[in-house]
């Protein structure tokens, strides 16, 4: 068995945590959004995956056991380029890049801004092209108790599937655990704030940027993720019988390798085993 390693590296803004593990190739993974979220989300996957690639799990800045509060941040700026600060003080000249959801949107900007730092490109269930703000994305009110957020883990599963009593209980842990760091209820109000106002948001949606990534890469998401523009996607994908390059949409990646899982926006907690082998069969050139 694979052993995982949680680490802590202090970078210009503060204080990163972030869960290694493996040997070889390096794969950065990157969380999604919401102040509850951490590296741990990708706790099922880590250990397929680093049987084969040296996994980087990082709490992007503002989120789990790093610092949570800075004074110009969180912003989308701010986080792409502590991503690229991370690797340097790893000693990561380039890695594959895995994101799911908002890590998804930040890893699409770091393949479009430094294409030299990226191998390949994996977008797992990403953000960045739905227009307005997925639901639950903002402020919470209060924070949620244990019970809460067990009942969210489970209520996030789609309906093909029941999650598992052990990864509710573990994402649930993981997640408490996130919300009780010093300043995390506000932790992401800056970005909160670009992603909240259309003017702002705008300036760092995909559609322009997406059509222009030159790395290899993976999309995939679920028939049940109901952000945009995947019911779209599912729709088209359906009628081309999977061939994407002929798309009508400008903002599909050219040349990615497209695929729809029978999960909801958590591919990677509904079929982790498949997940993996989706992954690494991409990784290692078994697939185009």
């Known amino acids: 068995m694979t052993k995982k390693h949680e680490k802590f590296i202090d970078l210009s803004l503060g204080r990163r945590r972030y869960l290694e593990a493996g040997n070889g190739t390096p794969l950065l993974m990157l969380h999604g959004m919401g102040i509850k979220n951490s590296a741990d989300t990708f706790e099922p996957i880590i250990e397929g995956l680093a049987q084969q690639f040296h996994v980087y799990a990082l709490d992007m800045l503002g989120w789990g056991k790093g610092v949570r509060t800075i004074p110009e941040g969180p912003t989308f700026d701010l986080i792409v380029d502590d991503i690229r600060e991370f690797m340097d003080e790893i000693g990561i000249a380039k890695a594959h890049v895995a994101g799911h959801s908002a890590g998804g949107w930040m890893a699409a900007h770091l393949a479009y801004q430094s294409p030299g ?5 994996i977008l797992m269930n990403g953000a960045g092209l739905n227009g307005t703000p997925s639901p639950g994305v ?3 009110a209060k924070l949620p108790t244990p019970d809460e957020l067990r009942e969210a883990v489970r209520q996030s599963f789609s309906g093909a599937s029941e999650a598992p009593a052990a990864l509710v209980e573990s994402q649930a842990k ?3 655990e996130a919300l009780s760091q010093p300043g995390a209820q506000h932790s992401l109000d800056a970005l909160l704030h670009q992603m909240l106002t259309p003017a702002i948001r705008a300036r760092y949606m995909l559609q322009r940027r997406i059509g222009k990534i030159s790395v290899p ?3 995939f998401w679920g028939t049940g993720d109901v952000m945009d523009p995947y019911p779209t996607w599912t729709r088209e994908f359906e009628a081309l019988q999977g061939d994407m390059s002929k ?3 400008p903002w599909v990646i050219p040349g990615a390798r497209c695929v729809l899982l029978p999960t909801g926006h958590n ?3 509904e079929i982790p085993e498949h997940t993996v082998d989706l992954m690494t069969d991409f990784l290692q050139g078994r697939v185009a």
Do not use: E
């Open 174 to 176: 993981a997640q408490f």
């Open 138 to 140: 903002g402020a919470l």
């Open 217 to 219: 890469a993976l999309v």
């Open 267 to 269: 591919s990677h907690w």
């Open 117 to 121: 730092r990226v191998i390949k490109l």
């Open 247 to 249: 798309s009508s949409k």
